[in-house]
Structures are given as structure tokens and as C-alpha cells.
């Protein structure tokens, strides 16, 4: 496999709602491994979920020789079971959501569990790839409720997936192909909530993502700072 040239950058802000940043990004550019996880509430347990998580994962896939969906789904439950045993010792909720995107000999893999998401911007059609794990997501898909209603809203925190999540459920893993020209944003809920489309399509299209990244997060700022947001841009040359 031809390995292709990335250039990428990464940030996160705190937000004006909490006093911790309880989202986590990792960011390794050769082979690419790029991880974002977002805590549920602002307890002890969400401050454990996410970092225990994204160590778990990073960690589990860096010692694998080959790294395939079988290995994913190790490194995934692996993190579940760590994340499930914080909440059950803290006896408390201990959940995070978990997005990622890596190289492997096989090509690339995304990784979905929860709601941060994966936006592509292909020939200047920007795409989400990712499903959140939500009541939200699902009453949008079959009718349930406007998309901008009260119910939609209290939907948004429920999630029917995460890291931590008494069932362990697996996670989405899609095989994707990496394109000269293509850009890919992993970012917490509190980009994708605050930031909208278009302005994330404009962004997104400046060709430095460290510019792309500075254009989210003020962007974040001026819609109220309402969440931990953090995000990683990745440019394929």
C-alpha cells in the first residue's frame, strides 16, 4: 500500500460551560493513528473514561504486528472492559465516546463509538461518515420527533453506544480509502453542535489545517462555548 502524505494539526478548548477539559485527542502521523473521545458529564468518571480509553486504544493497536478489524475490536473492548471497571469502582457513570481514524498494512480504518464524528471534504462535497450513537440519530432517521425539537434536544444525551456501557457493544469499523485532495476532520460534539455546516465546509477548505483547526475552535468561542471542543484535521497531499 502507497502510503500517503498527511499533513495535520490538532487542538481543543475548554469551553465556557465546564471548569475541565474532559475531551481527549492523540495524534501519531507515521503510520497515522488519530483518536478523539469525548466524556459524558463533568465527573471524576468522565475525567477517567476518556483518557483511560484513548491510552487503552493507542496502546493495544501500537503493540499489535498487524492491525486488522479483529485487532480494533480487541482494542476497543479492552477499553470497555477498563472504562466499565473505573465506573463500578468510582460507583459512578464512567463513559466516553471514541472516534478514530489509522493506517494499517490492510489501508485505512475508521472507528465509531458514540458521537464524535468523521467529516470528509472530497472534491468540495463535504460528508459526514460517521452514525452517532443517539436516540437523537435514530428519531431523526425514522420521524420520531423534529430535528430541532425539545425532544431532539434531550435525545442528544442519550447515547445508545459508548466506551464504558454495561453491554460493551462494539464498534462501527469502515474500510476507507485516503485521496490526493482529500480532508478529514475528527471532532468532538461540541464542534459538530456548534459549528455549522457550511462554516465548517469553508474551514475545512483552507489548505493548512493548522488554520482549519484555529478557524474551529474560535468558531466554537463565538457560538457560545458551550462544550469542551476539540478537533484534528488531516490533509492528504
Request: proline fraction near 5%.
Amino acid at each position: 500500500m502507497r502510503t500517503p502524505v498527511l499533513r495535520t494539526a490538532s487542538g481543543s478548548d475548554i469551553g465556557t460551560r465546564y471548569t475541565a477539559n474532559f475531551d481527549v485527542a492523540y495524534l501519531r502521523d507515521d503510520p497515522l493513528l488519530a483518536v478523539v473521545a469525548d466524556g459524558m458529564g463533568s465527573g471524576r468518571g468522565s475525567a477517567a473514561a476518556g483518557r483511560t480509553a484513548v491510552d487503552l486504544f493507542t496502546r493495544h493497536l501500537t503493540k499489535s504486528a498487524a492491525i486488522g478489524p479483529g485487532e480494533i475490536r480487541e482494542a476497543v473492548a479492552a477499553a470497555q472492559s477498563e472504562v466499565g471497571r473505573i465506573g463500578r469502582e468510582l460507583r459512578e457513570l464512567a463513559g466516553c465516546t471514541l472516534t478514530a481514524l489509522l493506517a494499517t498494512e490492510q489501508g485505512h480504518w475508521l472507528v465509531q463509538v458514540g458521537d464524535s464524528r468523521v467529516y470528509r471534504l472530497r472534491d468540495n462535497l463535504l460528508e459526514l461518515l460517521t452514525t452517532d450513537h443517539t436516540m437523537a440519530w435514530l428519531g431523526a432517521v425514522h420521524g420520531w420527533f423534529p430535528f430541532d425539537s425539545p425532544e431532539a434536544a434531550a435525545a442528544r444525551y442519550r447515547l445508545t453506544r459508548y466506551i464504558g456501557h454495561p453491554a460493551a457493544p462494539e464498534p462501527d469499523i469502515l474500510a476507507i480509502t485516503l485521496h490526493p485532495g482529500d480532508t478529514y476532520l475528527l471532532c468532538t460534539d461540541g464542534v459538530a453542535e456548534q459549528v455549522p455546516y457550511d462554516r465548517l465546509h469553508a474551514l475545512l477548505a483552507l489548505p493548512d489545517p493548522r488554520s482549519a483547526i484555529d478557524g474551529l475552535l474560535a468558531a466554537c468561542a463565538a457560538a457560545g462555548g458551550n462544550d469542551n471542543a476539540t478537533a484534528i484535521v488531516l490533509r492528504v497531499d
